[in-house]
Every structure is written in C-alpha cells, then in structure tokens.
C-alpha cells in the first residue's frame, strides 16, 4: 500500500458526507476537519465568546459539550433517514432536533463524534474499494 492509499482524503465526503447505516436509520455526516472548513470556522466562531475562560482553562465541561453538540448539529450531521421517536414517529432533520437526540442521547453523539473523526471513513481507497473500482 502506497502512502496515499493510506492517507490521501476524499474532499468531497469530507465536506459533503457520507452515510452511516444504523440498520433501521441512517445518518449522514461530515468530517470534523480536513476539508470540512465550516466545521473549524463555526468551532472558532462559537468558542470565540469564551476565550478568556479558555486561556484561564475555566471553561466548565457542560459548556464545552453543549458547544461541541451544537457545532456538530450545525456542521457534522447533514441529514438522516428513518429516525423515530420511541413512539415511532418520524423526527425530521432539523439543527434543533439533532441538539435534542444529542444531549438526551449522549451515545449516539459519541458514535457520530467517533465516526465523523476516524480517517478511513472519508480516505480516496476505501472509497474507491466500496464503490468496486
């Protein structure tokens, strides 16, 4: 394996998307960083107004995750299919409905977090592999 089959980056999934299949729902979702610039752009904006606590490390962890949610429901999370209540009526996509599964569901935020972060989910010969070339 070359080293750009190891680490060359699609920069089109990066910024815009790709789908994880949960089995009944599925998420589409960016990466957070290499060509996703509005995630790094919102991030700096959002912590930008705590900048003083930041330097001081007196940012209380609710507020960096609230931050971090919100920046992923904004920039990470494109859309989804399939996602019910547990009354198993359809949530729409909506930046507000994604805060609320993430802060009431704080697993499903962790495994969108890890997969928007992992390399091999947007890398150019995985894609390609998958696709059959």
């Known amino acids: 394996m070359s080293i750009y089959e190891a680490f060359k980056t699609d920069p089109d999934a990066e910024q815009n998307g790709i789908d994880l299949d949960f089995g009944d729902f599925r998420v589409t979702i ?21 900048k003083r606590a930041i330097a001081f490390d007196a940012l209380p962890e609710e507020t960096a995750k609230k931050v971090l949610i919100e920046c992923y429901a904004e920039a990470i999370v494109l ?6 209540d547990e009354s198993e009526i359809e949530i729409p996509f909506t930046v507000a409905n994604c805060i609320k599964l993430f802060t009431e569901l704080p697993e499903f935020f ?24």
């Not at 919102?42 to 107004?49: F, T």
């Not at 390399?119 to 592999?129: E, G, P, S, Y």
């Open 30 to 50: 960016a990466r957070s960083g290499g060509a996703n610039k509005k995630y790094e752009k919102l991030v700096r904006q959002k912590l930008d107004r705590y």
């Open 79 to 84: 859309g989804w299919e399939g996602v019910v």
């Open 110 to 133: 962790t495994q969108v977090r890890e997969e928007s972060e992992k390399i091999a989910n947007f890398l150019v010969a995985k894609r390609k592999a998958a696709a059959g070339n």
